[in-house]
């Protein structure tokens, strides 16, 4: 009635988008009530500014602050023509110029892969067992030295935040791993609730101290036994090795769907490591891949990037990871949330979906087979050389849910994942 059609004037006017929405969950309803009434969508706000200004004494000086971080092995990318690009709060190599290659040599042979960006922290103390319980919706206490377990990370609200690996060294020491974006708000999260429960419990953030190279595929074990660790760990577990001279805390995951190894060191040894990799690599056709060829090789696995895949109101539920919270808990962060949410009907899913010709653009809508209403949006998606089709993942409502829907104006298949290897027997190969 004021005449306020501009979004940031019609925010600030109304006082839309403060106290717990803070401009994420509500916007897009405003942008929509705004477009009802004036017959145009409004641009999204972006005017905020990704990181601070440069102080007086830093403009000055002649400083240019590069508000994304760089890995140890920045210049090492840039060497092997890697185009670089900004994810997570870092720059990182986004393909060397042939991503299906890069994609074959992890599923046919032997890829390495920078992963320093993960976050890391060692958590220790005659307390730790008992924050951790508390605070991972997983069980924590029976995770015996020497192996790891997969564990989310949630809200008050039961939301996912973020996801990571718990690793237990020792009765009383532990290492987590977070997303590359998230590790910041993880640390935070932990310190404040150790504090606030009075928990003997030390935090260190070994994120900027220690980098990590990911060497995964097929040929990946005989690679690391040539550089000096001849018995690697079996699945899900740990060891501390010496690879080509380097200490290294070795870690069997997968993200990639193939045998793999997380290879966490200090960052003054890391480019000495990524060379010797390469050169023991050589006759087996060893090449790095980048991130484009890492969400293709993750997506026919199925597996989720919390803050991509994720919305603000994920819950375990939602993305079919249940399994992964704990009702048998007596307590954990975000547990009665779930408890209370579990009794009321839920009808969006983050599911997979199929079908031929080129995949479509992440964000795209999807829509009803019948009236063409919009019942989600594609949160990632990859044409597979593998299996030659497209392949999707996003979220999907409004039951009864179709099995079979339209996307980019073709007929998908809801498709169960994973797409590839569903029994994972590779990655424990």
């Not at 999204?44 to 971080?69: G, H, K, N, W, Y």
């Not at 067992?129 to 949630?154: F, N, Q, T």
């Not at 660790?229 to 060891?239: A, D, I, K, N, Q």
Request: charged share 25%; with cysteine; hydrophobic share 40%.
């Amino acid at each position: 009635s004021k005449g306020f059609t501009e979004l940031e004037l019609l925010k600030r006017a109304t006082l839309v988008g403060i106290g717990t929405c803070q401009g994420g969950a509500c916007l897009p309803h405003v942008r929509s009530w705004i477009a009802a009434r004036t017959g145009t969508a409004p641009d999204p706000f972006t005017a905020r500014p990704a990181s601070r200004q440069i102080t007086l004494a830093e403009a000055a000086a002649d400083t240019t602050v590069d508000v994304f971080r760089r890995t140890p092995l920045h210049d090492e990318h840039l060497a092997l023509g890697a185009r670089m690009d900004r994810f997570g709060g870092w720059w990182r190599p986004w393909h060397y110029g042939d991503p299906i290659g890069e994609y074959w040599a992890v599923r046919e042979g032997v890829s390495i892969g920078d992963v320093s960006t993960l976050g890391k922290l060692v958590v220790s103390g005659p307390d730790v067992v008992e924050a951790l319980e508390r605070i991972y919706p997983c069980h924590v206490a029976d995770i015996k030295p020497g192996r790891s377990r997969y564990a989310l990370l949630l809200n008050e609200r039961g939301h996912v935040m973020d996801d990571g690996m718990i690793l237990r060294e020792s009765e009383t020491r532990f290492v987590l791993s977070f997303t590359s974006g998230g590790a910041a708000n993880a640390e935070m999260w932990l310190r404040d609730w150790i504090d606030t429960w009075g928990l003997r419990v030390h935090v260190m953030d070994r994120t900027m101290s220690l980098a990590a190279i990911n060497v995964t595929g097929p040929y990946a074990a005989e690679l690391l036994g040539r550089l000096g660790l001849p018995e690697p760990p079996r699945f899900l577990g740990h060891v501390h090795a010496s690879i080509a001279g380097v200490p290294a805390h070795v870690m069997r995951l997968s993200f990639t769907g193939e045998a793999a190894f997380e290879l966490h060191h200090p960052i003054d040894r890391s480019v000495e490591l990524w060379r010797a990799l390469l050169d023991a690599g050589s006759d087996l056709g060893i090449r790095p891949h980048g991130l484009q060829a890492l969400f293709g090789l993750r997506l026919e696995k199925g597996h989720v990037i919390v803050g991509m895949d994720t919305e603000l109101d994920t819950t375990p539920r939602r993305i079919g990871m249940d399994w992964a919270a704990r009702m048998d808990k007596p307590a954990f962060i975000g547990r009665a949330a779930l408890e209370r949410t579990a009794k009321l009907p839920d009808e969006r899913r983050w599911v997979g979906f199929s079908m031929d010709g080129p995949a479509p653009t992440e964000g795209t809508p999807i829509l009803h087979p019948d009236n063409g209403d919009i019942i989600g949006n594609v949160t990632g998606s990859w044409h597979s050389p593998l299996l030659g089709k497209a392949l999707m993942l996003g979220w999907q409502r409004r039951p009864p849910h179709p099995d079979r829907v339209r996307i980019d104006g073709r007929e998908a298949v809801v498709t169960p994942t994973p797409f590839y290897d569903p029994e994972g027997h590779r990655a424990r190969a």
